[in-house]
């Protein structure tokens, strides 16, 4: 197995080399602790960016549940906390050394409102409001599509998820195939070969 590739394993065998990256977007900045064997450790990933740039923010009026899937060392979901600083915001990875680095950075910052677990560690009946992920393309269709459904029935009845996917990856066949699996799934944007992928948490039957 590549280090590319073992962003996904529960212990990534690569050695550890950390390093850091900088998230600038234009209402923040944040200096992240990344490392080999996890989901883009040398960059932040063009389509993580194009996310946090163009999807819709999440509410930042009241009390909300966000959730990030394969959270990585933490980019998405530290974004989501300190935009919303009323949310609790749920990073989960089965990368073990991708939760201690998004654990570390999100102390990094003060974001107290991060909540990081590995996909058997949260609670079965947690209901979220929005989910926000760049998700594992790599792991194949199989396993992506099991992954998806899973996260997705935490959603709220007026729940969304928005899911960043490259267009050369997938991202046109994944939404066909959440579409067929019952959910209503609309594209918010394209750009730079990403795509903005809004699958709406009011399912209808296949």
């Not at 050394?97 to 950075?105: F, H, I, Q, S, V």
């Amino acid at each position: 197995m590549g280090a590319a590739e073992q962003y996904f394993s529960e212990q990534p065998r690569v050695a550890s080399a950390p390093s850091e990256v900088v998230l600038a977007l234009p209402d923040l900045h944040l200096r992240l602790t990344t490392d080999r064997g996890v989901f883009s450790g040398g960059r932040i990933d063009p389509g993580t960016h194009y996310l946090l740039l163009e999807a819709p923010p999440p509410p930042t009026d009241r009390p909300v549940t966000l959730l990030d899937v394969g959270c990585g060392y933490g980019p998405i979901a530290l974004a989501l906390a300190r935009r919303a600083p009323l949310a609790t915001v749920w990073a989960v990875d089965v990368n073990e050394r991708a939760r201690d680095l998004a654990a570390t950075n999100a102390r990094r910052h003060g974001l107290t409102n991060v909540r990081i677990a590995g996909p058997d560690d949260v609670p079965e009946d947690l209901v979220v409001d929005g989910i926000y992920a760049n998700p594992p393309i790599r792991i194949g269709n199989t396993a992506l599509d099991a992954l998806l459904h899973r996260w997705l029935q935490h959603l709220t009845p007026d729940g969304r998820a928005l899911l960043v996917v490259g267009r050369n990856l997938g991202a046109d066949s994944l939404a066909r195939r959440l579409s067929d699996a019952g959910w209503t799934v609309d594209r918010l944007g394209s750009r730079a070969g990403y795509r903005i992928l809004d699958v709406h948490g009011n399912r209808t039957a296949p």
